[in-house]
């Protein structure tokens, strides 16, 4: 099987305009002498950005509500903020940060900026922002910032220490990677045979804003063969239950990670404006409230250029994370959702684009925008990721398992057996099964699950031999 595997880190890009990094020398080489801390110039809040802001230090002390955890192996931006002191004079100070990876090598990093004025808390170039690499952080992550005197040649005056932050060791939790697969739908219901848009360029950003938003390590996308469709896909979302089932079949079967998502992607008309003029569905997923059900970990998307798709991916994603919506723009929504119109509540950083996100901006799980990831969304996701870190949780096999479908008008369909790796998730219901002359073979338990984005849903119920229909 031909697969085409794209890897991706969040990139680092810049930092604020205005900062030169410097040399890795703490003492000036040509005198020997040391550069003194800067003594009218006070350090007031550390954070550490990995998609969201985790405050470390703020005004001396701890941040009084809770953060998002630092996360080992991944991309993070230290940014720090200082307030003058009296006295000061403009001029340029230069910060530097000190740790040891985790291999206990020192790393020191310099940043230098003019300085006329206090930091403010949306100005990137207002405060210094190291970019620190996603292997360097670990457990024991210890950071040290000292805001120095740009020349050696300056005595030490006034308090030095409140140019010195030292985190000492910081809570750092582990995290995973998580595959992507992403199967291309041939769409023939039309006799085109159109294929979504899995170019390079696409497929990188797609993967660079799953891995700027979701707490996670590395995003790894794969893309399969093209996948044949004969039936319709239509705006109104005639046919895609049935693709997502068999897309869910297809993951049930797979050989793969527990942290594994497949994603289909098609393109039921030639452009985004004649698929959506009328309204339409843009994506589809199990709502996943249960780590145990790997069959749920799949969702659909169209699959046109641009951040529709890519945006559209991080929701439905969300989904298989057992994510509801946020609530703006549908309902009903999350109604643990803490802030209100879906805003993310807290500082975001981009380092696709090296640039801050507002706490206005809205959560991806709503159907507003422009978005980021929330706190509270990074959080659960973090949560599921870590919950499916450790390989077959369930011991012992899940058995044979029929799903049945409900339609539109309520009716109940029989589908194929499947082997599940461990049961089903989900609310139990009473379901009977028949045979073909409509006898009744058994009554069961079914475990209901349900759609994010469509109305309707399903139940799975153990496969019981002989049976060709099923009530309530
Ligand atoms: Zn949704």
């Given at each position: 099987?031909?697969?085409?595997?794209?890897?991706?880190?969040?990139?680092?890009?810049?930092?604020?305009?205005?900062?030169?990094?410097?040399?890795?020398?703490?003492?000036?080489?040509?005198?020997g002498?040391?550069?003194?801390?800067?003594?009218?110039?006070?350090?007031?809040?550390?954070?550490?950005?990995?998609?969201?802001?985790?405050?470390?230090?703020?005004?001396?002390?701890?941040?009084?509500?809770?953060?998002?955890?630092?996360?080992?192996?991944?991309?993070?931006?230290?940014?720090?903020?200082?307030?003058?002191?009296?006295?000061?004079?403009d001029r340029?100070?230069?910060?530097?940060?000190?740790?040891?990876?985790?291999?206990?090598?020192?790393?020191?990093?310099?940043?230098?900026?003019?300085?006329?004025?206090?930091?403010?808390?949306?100005?990137?170039?207002?405060?210094?922002?190291?970019?620190?690499?996603?292997?360097?952080?670990?457990?024991?992550f210890?950071?040290?910032?000292?805001?120095?005197?740009?020349?050696a040649?300056?005595?030490?005056?006034?308090?030095?220490?409140?140019?010195?932050?030292?985190?000492?060791?910081?809570?750092?939790?582990?995290?995973?990677?998580?595959?992507?697969?992403?199967?291309?739908?041939?769409?023939?219901?039309?006799?085109?045979?159109?294929?979504?848009?899995?170019?390079?360029?696409?497929?990188?950003?797609?993967?660079?804003?799953?891995?700027?938003?979701?707490?996670?390590?590395?995003?790894?996308?794969?893309?399969?063969?093209?996948?044949p469709?004969?039936?319709?896909?239509?705006?109104?979302?005639?046919?895609?239950?049935?693709?997502?089932?068999?897309?869910?079949?297809?993951?049930?079967?797979?050989?793969?990670?527990?942290?594994?998502?497949?994603?289909?992607?098609?393109?039921?008309?030639?452009?985004?404006?004649?698929?959506?003029?009328?309204?339409?569905?843009?994506?589809?997923?199990?709502?996943?409230?249960?780590?145990?059900?790997?069959?749920?970990?799949?969702?659909?998307?169209?699959?046109?250029?641009?951040?529709?798709?890519?945006?559209t991916?991080?929701?439905?994603?969300?989904?298989?994370?057992?994510?509801?919506?946020?609530?703006?723009?549908?309902?009903?929504?999350?109604?643990?959702?803490?802030?209100?119109?879906?805003?993310?509540?807290?500082?975001?950083?981009?380092n696709?684009?090296?640039?801050?996100?507002?706490?206005?901006?809205?959560?991806?799980?709503?159907?507003?925008?422009?978005?980021?990831?929330?706190?509270?969304?990074?959080?659960?996701?973090?949560?599921?990721?870590?919950?499916?870190?450790?390989?077959?949780?369930?011991?012992?096999?899940?058995?044979?398992?029929?799903?049945?479908?409900?339609?539109?008008?309520?009716?109940?369909?029989?589908?194929?057996?499947?082997?599940?790796?461990?049961?089903?998730?989900?609310?139990?219901?009473?379901?009977?099964?028949?045979?073909?002359?409509?006898?009744?073979?058994?009554?069961?338990?079914?475990?209901?699950?349900?759609?994010?984005?469509?109305?309707?849903?399903?139940f799975?119920i153990?496969?019981?031999?002989?049976?060709?229909?099923?009530?309530?």
């Amino acid at each position: 099987m031909h697969k085409v595997l794209l890897l991706t880190t969040a990139v680092a890009c810049s930092a604020g305009s205005g900062q030169v990094a410097g040399s890795d020398q703490a003492g000036d080489a040509a005198t020997g002498s040391q550069r003194v801390a800067a003594g009218d110039i006070a350090i007031t809040k550390v954070s550490l950005f990995q998609g969201v802001e985790s405050v470390v230090m703020e005004n001396g002390g701890e941040p009084e509500k809770a953060q998002a955890p630092l996360l080992a192996d991944r991309l993070g931006m230290l940014r720090v903020h200082w307030d003058r002191l009296e006295g000061f004079a403009d001029r340029t100070v230069v910060a530097q940060l000190t740790y040891d990876d985790p291999e206990g090598n020192p790393v020191v990093q310099e940043l230098s900026t003019f300085v006329d004025r206090d930091s403010s808390e949306p100005v990137l170039s207002d405060t210094f922002n190291f970019d620190v690499e996603a292997a360097t952080i670990g457990q024991g992550f210890s950071p040290t910032v000292t805001l120095l005197e740009e020349s050696a040649d300056v005595a030490p005056t006034g308090n030095a220490d409140a140019g010195t932050w030292a985190s000492g060791a910081l809570e750092i939790e582990q995290s995973d990677s998580i595959d992507l697969v992403i199967f291309p739908i041939r769409y023939d219901a039309d006799g085109s045979g159109r294929l979504p848009d899995t170019s390079p360029e696409q497929m990188l950003a797609l993967a660079d804003k799953f891995a700027a938003t979701y707490p996670v390590t590395t995003i790894n996308v794969i893309v399969e063969d093209p996948y044949p469709v004969d039936y319709a896909l239509t705006s109104s979302g005639l046919g895609w239950t049935e693709l997502l089932d068999e897309l869910s079949s297809l993951r049930v079967r797979a050989d793969v990670r527990e942290n594994t998502y497949f994603y289909g992607l098609f393109e039921p008309e030639p452009t985004l404006a004649e698929f959506c003029g009328y309204g339409c569905v843009l994506g589809l997923a199990y709502l996943a409230p249960s780590t145990s059900d790997d069959w749920a970990r799949v969702a659909l998307g169209t699959g046109y250029s641009g951040d529709v798709t890519i945006d559209t991916a991080l929701q439905e994603v969300g989904h298989s994370h057992g994510r509801e919506h946020a609530p703006c723009g549908v309902s009903p929504a999350d109604p643990q959702y803490p802030y209100p119109d879906a805003k993310i509540g807290v500082m975001g950083y981009d380092n696709i684009h090296g640039e801050m996100v507002p706490p206005s901006a809205k959560d991806f799980m709503s159907y507003c925008g422009p978005v980021w990831i929330s706190d509270y969304t990074y959080n659960a996701i973090l949560q599921r990721v870590q919950a499916l870190r450790a390989p077959n949780r369930v011991a012992g096999q899940g058995g044979s398992w029929r799903r049945v479908r409900t339609d539109r008008e309520g009716g109940l369909h029989l589908g194929d057996a499947v082997s599940l790796k461990r049961p089903p998730g989900g609310a139990p219901e009473a379901l009977r099964v028949f045979d073909a002359e409509g006898g009744l073979l058994a009554g069961v338990t079914g475990y209901a699950y349900a759609y994010a984005g469509l109305p309707g849903g399903g139940f799975w119920i153990p496969d019981v031999p002989g049976a060709v229909s099923v009530a309530r």
